[in-house]
């Protein structure tokens, strides 16, 4: 029970605010037990599990003695919602045509701001960079990106940084964008590298957590499900390696019916595959918040193969450069779960890139909501990081 617990029921729980009803109360755990959880709530969810339900929404009574925990985290999440939309209206919105020298990295930004950034990227800098799609999303979204590059020397190799998959990790894009940034000032990388950025690979889930629902997680896939309408897919359980069915459809992290059902996950992989043939990927980064953690592939330790040295250089090298302190491993040392058809496993056990890794951005504190400083501290670690491995990949010609 314990390990049906750990494996399946604490990651699939949704987080969301406590909603009354009568003299119940109806909770969706918070987002932190869903990713890190707590000791106290899950005390509380075992408890109710071993009633013999398989919760959703989780729906307690009033007296239920254990239940201000996740009361507490509930109130403290919406309070963090709303201080950052307070903080949002206070941003420096990055509209059409404006320069991307003057790119806010300490706020987040919207998909239409993103997708201004891109254009303004590739229209004021031509012989460095060019905008590119991958494909669509289930609801017919452009997946944007940009490809930057000086010189075209024919062994030239690539590295891919993609962000925005789960839809609520905002910070990730902004990181995203602020690299470029970096790639714009400092050319010498994208000398040595043809660097492709994709900021959001999930943008209608970005847009439904910027719309609708802040803590939102997967795609909006399965619109006429009558069981759960447009509740997606989680796009970093989808890819073709190691992928399982585990998850049900409504859980935060569903898998999709079969790996890479979802657009947005076949269309990176096509995308990665053609390019790895064309000019070979040394790194990839699928960049995610928070935890300050560098995830190495291994998401199963069942079929974890042994860290790959290059790879475990290159981690040492990230986390050598950040200013927060980042702890590297294989994700199934460091989270508390298994893992299952994520995109670092399928990159490198399948296409054989030699450098592959998911930073964790942003610490526990705020967690996916956190303050200005806490958004650039982020920004620039991951520029930071990503700097020290393209640099150590480039001195190894890997
Ligand atoms: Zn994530």
Not at 149 to 155: D, T, W
């Amino acid at each position: 029970m314990n390990l049906l617990f750990i494996v399946i029921i604490i990651p699939c729980i949704l987080a969301q605010n406590w909603l009354p009803y009568e003299k119940k109360v109806i909770y969706r755990a918070p987002a932190s037990s869903m990713h890190r959880p707590s000791r106290d709530t899950s005390t509380i969810l075992k408890t109710l599990t071993a009633n013999g339900s398989i919760f959703h929404d989780i729906v307690v009574d009033r007296s239920y003695r254990g239940t201000r925990s996740i009361d507490d985290s509930n109130a403290e999440l919406s309070s963090l919602i709303k201080a950052e939309s307070k903080e949002l209206a206070r941003r420096q919105k990055f509209k059409h045509g404006d320069n991307p020298l003057s790119i806010d990295l300490w706020h987040h930004h919207d998909l239409g701001e993103v997708k201004n950034f891109i254009d303004s990227v590739a229209t004021r800098n031509p012989e460095l960079a060019q905008k590119f799609t991958i494909g669509k999303s289930s609801e017919g979204r452009k997946i944007a990106g940009l490809k930057l590059s000086k010189g075209n020397e024919a062994q030239k190799k690539s590295i891919v940084v993609m962000a925005g998959a789960h839809a609520r990790e905002w910070v990730t894009v902004t990181a995203a964008m602020g690299l470029v940034l970096k790639l714009l000032k400092d050319k010498s990388l994208i000398k040595m590298f043809d660097i492709y950025v994709i900021p959001v690979l999930n943008p209608d889930g970005y847009v439904y957590s910027w719309e609708t629902d802040r803590l939102w997680r997967k795609t909006r896939s399965n619109r006429n499900n009558k069981l759960c309408p447009g509740r997606g897919v989680d796009v970093n359980r989808n890819f073709g390696y190691n992928w399982d069915s585990a998850c049900e459809l409504c859980y935060d992290e569903y898998p999709g019916r079969t790996p890479f059902s979802e657009p947005e996950s076949i269309n990176l992989a096509t995308f990665l595959a053609r390019l790895n043939q064309s000019s070979s990927i040394s790194a990839f980064f699928d960049v995610h918040s928070y935890g300050n953690e560098l995830l190495l592939p291994g998401g199963d330790c069942k079929h974890k193969s042994k860290l790959d040295k290059v790879n475990r250089e290159a981690s040492q090298a990230f986390i050598s450069a950040t200013t927060s302190t980042f702890k590297a491993g294989s994700v199934c040392d460091i989270v508390p779960y298994t893992v299952h058809g994520a995109s670092i496993d399928y990159v490198q056990q399948v296409l054989k890139v030699p450098i592959v890794m998911s930073p964790e951005l942003g610490s526990y504190t705020h967690g996916f909501m956190p303050k200005p400083e806490e958004i650039y501290t982020s920004v620039t670690d991951f520029v930071h990081g990503f700097m020290a491995v393209a640099k150590f990949a480039f001195q190894h010609n890997i």
